[in-house]
């Protein structure tokens, strides 16, 4: 059996300025460093704005940072965007792509997920391609076949274990103290692996690690993170307060 490092990733939306940016960074790291040694690897993915921040605060603790979103291009005319080059140059190592929040509030679609992630590989970043259905969709009985179509159409060229994470997160979930039963995230876990082995052959999603995401807490991340086709977790209102997610990620290992 392959054995997966469970992956803790933090995604803090649009939240955090610099002196709270440092402050919780600092205590992670902090934590990291007192255990010593650590089960599972931590991602942090703040705002663009406090990047370096970040980077500087858990700077010998083998913290990651990301970022959550990238352009497709390397650099040009496009007022307001962040190239995943810019990530690389902050010392980013991992960039979210296709968060549900994107996909709705910017409209992206597969397609542009896909080109997002291509870019940040030839960048060198790890890509965490984000899937997951909607209330109305699952209650029409269709998450395996929407998240199916998302991996299959969002899954960039050339992608391997070490360069592309999944996370799976059900919009419905998201922020709303709600979770799949751990049955249905059994499932859908089950269910990414397959589609990434008819993308990717058996040896790659084998290896690929796939992230629940969708109000984790400490009071459920052991029931979630046991699962065997759950290789982590990616967390958002839970990554603002150190001690939950600190919490969280022990509960991974
Ligand atoms: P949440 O967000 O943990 O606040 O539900 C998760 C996410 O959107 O990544």
Request: contains cysteine.
């Amino acid at each position: 059996m392959t054995t997966r490092r469970p992956l803790i990733a933090g995604n803090w939306k649009m939240n955090g300025l610099k002196a709270d940016a440092q402050a919780l960074s600092r205590d992670l790291a902090q934590r990291v460093n007192k255990a010593g040694g650590i089960g599972f690897d931590m991602l942090i993915c703040p705002p663009f704005t406090v990047i370096s921040t970040v980077v500087g605060a858990v700077a010998g603790s083998g913290v990651a940072v990301g970022g959550q979103d990238c352009h497709v291009a390397e650099k040009g005319a496009h007022t307001g965007d962040i190239s995943p080059v810019m990530l690389a140059d902050q010392g980013c190592q991992f960039v979210i792509l296709g968060h549900s929040e994107r996909r709705a509030d910017h409209g992206e679609t597969d397609a542009v997920v896909k080109a997002k992630a291509e870019a940040a590989l030839a960048a060198d970043l790890v890509a965490v391609v984000c899937v997951g259905e909607t209330e109305s969709q699952k209650d029409a009985g269709q998450t395996i076949d929407v998240v199916a179509s998302q991996i299959a159409g969002s899954m960039p060229e050339g992608a391997d274990a070490a360069k592309v994470v999944v996370a799976y997160e059900p919009v419905w979930a998201i922020g709303t103290g709600r979770t799949p039963t751990v049955d249905d995230v059994a499932k859908v876990h089950a269910a990414i692996r397959d589609e990434i082995a008819k993308a990717l052959g058996n040896d790659v999603a084998a290896a690929m690690r796939i992230l629940y995401g969708g109000s984790v807490k400490p009071s459920n991340a052991k029931d979630l993170l046991g699962l065997d086709h759950v290789d982590g977790a990616l967390v958002g209102g839970a990554s603002l307060k150190a001690e939950d997610f600190w919490a969280i990620a022990e509960a991974s290992a």
